[in-house]
């Protein structure tokens, strides 16, 4: 997107708001005869003001302002965007994720996508929808991160063609932790205790108010194990490393600098700088960036950002199993 672009979009803002002022003026000012003048230049304007959104309406839909998408990831992933606790900060609803990917992909306007990252990880299958969505966008596809990009943002940058950070980024988490609470002795201090009426086995494994068998730990275990193996599949696969370099990382996290040297990350720069590159990937002069995000109440926007200031890095990739009994996070 160049100069012209923004010209032609002026001219046709100015002679549409030129046109509208004078049809409000001659019908509201000069023809009726018993209208107060006052009157008359107030609904003239009330006109003007409508006319100035149509055209800005219809510049923009003629001379589109923008050639890349962004979508932003931000916070833990979850399928619906809901925090576990009221102290948690806002999560990133991944349906609402996909969903302005693939309307950036059939905008014929967006010739690049930008995936902002900034995430410790989160729920299995919505990070997994999301990097999927990223590998059927027609084009170029680029992750970046200036703060974290762990566990599910990484699984998610392994569908991007490249990934950016900065060299205090953190990246990497490639790995699956399984979790959960053994209150069986607190139980029984206070007079509670279990009784099992299930079918099947394994259905209350992991249950906190019972000590955990050997074999349901080798049941819960296994389930780690093989989310771990799709997890260094994908990042493998997806950022053309050896599965058994992505094993030896042991899910540890790297400042950007030491991350880039061993190839986790494509490059190192500030989001000008990686404009910058787009610009002349594209054989462009300059890109124009819009942001693509679901359209949200207002006080609905107030309050993820709120609880979006500050996200201390940890959590990383969870998938909830069986009621919350057993929680798996990388």
């Given at each position: 997107m160049g100069s012209t672009t923004g010209i032609e979009r002026l001219a046709v803002l100015g002679l549409a708001?030129?046109?509208?002022?004078?049809?409000?003026?001659?019908?509201?000012?000069?023809?009726?005869?018993?209208?107060?003048?006052?009157?008359?230049?107030?609904?003239?304007?009330?006109?003007?003001?409508?006319?100035?959104?149509?055209?800005?309406?219809?510049?923009?839909?003629?001379?589109?302002?923008?050639?890349?998408?962004?979508?932003?990831?931000?916070?833990?992933?979850?399928?619906?965007?809901?925090?576990?606790?009221?102290?948690?900060?806002?999560?990133?609803?991944?349906?609402?994720?996909?969903?302005?990917?693939?309307?950036?992909?059939?905008?014929?306007?967006?010739?690049?996508?930008?995936?902002?990252?900034?995430?410790?990880?989160?729920?299995?299958?919505?990070?997994?929808?999301?990097?999927?969505?990223?590998?059927?966008?027609?084009?170029?596809?680029?992750?970046?991160?200036?703060?974290?990009?762990?566990?599910?943002?990484?699984?998610?940058?392994?569908?991007?063609?490249?990934?950016?950070?900065?060299?205090?980024?953190?990246?990497?988490?490639?790995?699956?932790?399984?979790?959960?609470?053994?209150?069986?002795?607190?139980?029984?201090?206070?007079?509670?205790?279990?009784?099992?009426?299930?079918?099947?086995?394994?259905?209350?494994?992991?249950?906190p108010l019972k000590e955990l068998e050997e074999d349901e730990r080798a049941y819960l275990q296994g389930l780690i194990d093989d989310y771990y193996e799709t997890f260094v599949e994908r990042v493998s696969d997806g950022r053309d490393l050896e599965p058994e370099f992505v094993r030896d990382t042991e899910a540890r996290i790297y400042l950007g600098q030491t991350a880039h040297e061993m190839e986790l990350v494509d490059e190192l720069g500030t989001r000008r700088d990686l404009e910058g590159e787009l610009a002349q990937r594209l054989e462009r002069d300059e890109v124009t960036v819009e942001e693509f995000e679901p359209e949200r109440p207002l006080m609905a926007r107030v309050g993820m950002g709120a609880r979006g200031i500050a996200y201390a890095f940890g959590a990383g990739l969870a998938g909830v199993i069986s009621e919350d009994r057993f929680r798996l996070r990388t």
């Open positions: 708001t030129a046109a509208f002022a004078v049809i409000g003026v001659g019908l509201f000012v000069l023809y009726p005869e018993t209208l107060a003048d006052l009157l008359g230049v107030a609904f003239a304007l009330v006109v003007i003001l409508v006319g100035v959104r149509i055209a800005g309406s219809i510049a923009a839909s003629l001379f589109p302002g923008y050639d890349v998408a962004e979508v932003a990831v931000e916070g833990p992933i979850t399928r619906d965007g809901g925090g576990r606790f009221p102290s948690s900060p806002g999560s990133t609803p991944a349906d609402d994720i996909v969903e302005q990917i693939d309307r950036a992909d059939e905008d014929d306007n967006v010739r690049a996508l930008l995936v902002k990252l900034n995430t410790p990880g989160g729920e299995v299958v919505p990070s997994d929808d999301i990097r999927l969505a990223a590998e059927r966008f027609d084009g170029p596809t680029v992750a970046y991160t200036t703060d974290v990009c762990a566990s599910g943002g990484y699984w998610i940058a392994s569908g991007c063609d490249e990934l950016w950070a900065r060299e205090g980024s953190i990246v990497g988490s490639i790995g699956v932790i399984g979790s959960r609470v053994n209150a069986s002795d607190l139980a029984e201090k206070v007079g509670l205790s279990y009784e099992r009426f299930a079918a099947g086995e394994y259905k209350d494994a992991g249950t």
